[in-house]
């Protein structure tokens, strides 16, 4: 399987995946109506995920695991648990993501050797999932988040991420807590009277309140799955779209 973009930093290797690796379309997931769609993940998917790669059930939410010991990697079985991260100070085992329009965040901490994949999609972004994962760095690993190495991948962007007026209006009636008024409008975009969500921005916003410094932040692989069909998009391709694979792997 070939990762179409591949990135080695200090001790670490993270792929960005996309249609060419995807290990599922969406619609092989959703066609046996015999099987809840938690099963079919487990029965479907599960043998096709990447070999010596954790994954869990992801479910949009704002809960995750830490991975510090060998001992719960052997017992680790893919998807059973539910959880929208990742973190591992384990060398040797990847942890992965899937996606399809959802931003993948992989985060790095040099100092700790310490790495985090998280799917960051509206609803998990909105639930704060990135405050999550800044929370288990700064408290469980005592972290200093001024040094954490922070990377965006594919995902959809503001060129294409139309969203409706009611998703906009929802958003800055609801969701103060994490972004202020003026940032929160700061992630919508007007054109031809229609509206456009900033969903990396979003997300870029909270890492720079959480005091991940901006340099830090690296958006290079951070391209549009709506419109570079190299990625797998529900947007464009609904249930015809594939599961992108985000992974990253702590060398020994
Ligand atoms: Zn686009």
């Given at each position: ?23 599922v379309k969406i619609k092989e ?224």
């Open positions: 399987m070939s990762n179409i973009y591949e990135v080695t930093y200090d001790q670490i290797v993270i792929s960005f995946g996309g249609q060419a690796n995807s290990p997931l959703r066609d046996d109506n015999q099987l809840s769609l938690g099963d079919q993940d487990r029965i479907l998917l599960a043998p096709r995920l990447p070999k010596h790669t954790l994954f869990l059930h992801q479910t949009h939410g704002a809960l995750g695991a830490y991975f510090n010991s060998q001992a719960q990697i052997i017992n680790f079985k893919n998807l059973i648990t539910e959880g929208d991260y990742l973190i591992s100070s384990i060398p040797n085992c990847s942890i992965g993501i899937l996606t399809a329009d959802c931003l993948p965040v992989v985060f790095y901490d040099p100092v700790k050797k310490i790495a985090a994949v998280i799917h960051a999609g509206w609803r998990g972004s909105v639930a704060g999932i990135l405050h999550k994962v800044l929370a288990d760095f700064k408290n469980l690993i005592q972290s200093d988040l001024s040094q954490l190495q922070v990377w965006f991948g594919p995902a959809a962007q503001v060129c294409c991420y139309e969203v409706q007026p009611e998703f906009r209006d929802n958003l800055l009636l609801k969701e103060q807590v994490l972004l202020d008024q003026t940032l929160l409008q700061a992630c919508f975009v007007e054109r031809n009277q229609r509206i456009f969500f900033d969903l990396p921005r979003y997300n870029y916003e909270l890492l720079l309140l959480g005091d991940i410094l901006g340099h830090n932040i690296n958006r290079k692989f951070n391209l549009c799955t709506i419109c570079n069909v190299q990625f797998c998009s529900y947007r464009r391709d609904g249930l015809e779209s594939g599961l992108q694979v985000t992974k990253v792997l702590l060398k020994p």
